[in-house]
């Protein structure tokens, strides 16, 4: 039996909030309760180098009509892109705006991501919610922390919600197994809800059996499945929503079967990036097409927020 993803009767939310996340659970996207999003924020993160396998996708107008095409519940943007090229599709693509983020080039041994942009800023591009980076277990995330909590209660103010991109990080948790085992991504999941997301990205927790003495004793014993990994870290987010990561691009099958898995397990939905724009256009459109269908066929919670299980 498929988990029963949170829906919004289930959450205590301002009226703003809860109207901007109705617009993207239900109006845009699959429409059904489910959050499927298209990142474009990569080329701040990872440089010009993400585009070079899809040479149309250095314009952010295509990652605008795959979004608008494909059914996306909303792009991610850096203000940058959202005051250049937004204003075309105003209106037709919900804007999530991305307020924080760095490049690639320091390490992440003391990784943190500075903010470049307000709520206020979100407010006046019409944005539906605000994204923020949290690099959990970093030397620096007393920094983080305290910076998030300035955005979070903007956001209170505004009636905006706030999705955590919640990635583990940071040489101390490194040592601890790395930034990909189930105990970072678990732990991160907790630390949104903890801090205040309304709605968390991690990314898929995997299992190093080479690092598996490094964990805290508590993971160390844990054999789980896949679905199971997700299910706790859903588990984890509480009453925070939680959205997979793509992560870098993957075959259609391993795409499709974390897909499933994750929709089994409970989650929201997906903030996949580059394993949908690196694609040709058509290529993407049909992959965003078949995630959608699958949202609907595992569990889908209806317009009134109730969840019916098939």
């Known amino acids: 039996m498929s988990k029963r993803p949170l829906t919004l009767e289930d959450l205590d939310l301002s009226i703003g909030k809860r109207t901007r996340l109705h617009r993207l659970l239900y109006k845009y996207g699959p429409g ?37 095409e494909g059914g996306f519940s909303g792009i991610a943007f850096q203000i940058g892109l959202a005051e250049k090229y937004l204003r075309t599709f105003a209106g037709k693509v919900p804007l999530i705006l991305k307020i924080n983020g760095k490049t690639e080039v320091p390490p992440d041994d003391d990784a943190f991501s500075p903010c470049n942009a307000s709520v206020e800023d979100a407010v006046r591009l019409g944005a539906d919610a605000v994204g923020y980076t949290c690099y959990v277990g970093s030397p620096r995330q007393d920094d983080d922390f305290i910076q998030f909590g300035k955005v979070r209660r903007d956001a209170e103010r505004a009636g905006l919600p706030v999705i955590m991109w919640a990635y583990p990080r940071g040489k101390f948790m490194d040592a601890r197994g790395g930034k990909e ?61 939680t959205l997979m990561s793509g992560g870098s691009k993957r075959t259609d099958a391993e795409l499709y079967d974390d897909v499933r898995a994750a929709l089994e397990a409970g989650v929201t939905g997906f903030i996949f990036g580059r394993n949908m724009w690196q694609r040709r256009f058509g290529e993407a459109l049909e992959v965003a097409g078949k995630i959608t269908k699958m949202t609907h066929e ?3 919670p209806v317009a009134s927020g109730k969840a019916a299980l098939v």
């Open 32 to 68: 059904n309760g489910r959050l499927m999003i298209l990142p474009i924020d990569q080329g701040l993160e990872h440089g010009p180098r993400d585009f070079f396998v899809n040479p149309e996708s250095l314009n952010p107008e295509f990652q605008l009509r795959l979004a608008l």
């Open 181 to 241: 085992s189930l105990y970072a991504v678990d732990y991160a999941a907790r630390v949104a809800q903890e801090l205040g997301a309304d709605v968390v990205k991690v990314n898929y927790p995997k299992v190093d059996e080479e690092k598996r003495a490094q964990y805290p004793k508590e993971y160390r014993e844990l054999k789980l499945s896949k679905r199971e990994m997700l299910e706790k870290v859903v588990a984890s987010a509480g009453k925070t929503l």
């Open 298 to 300: 595992v569990s889908r």
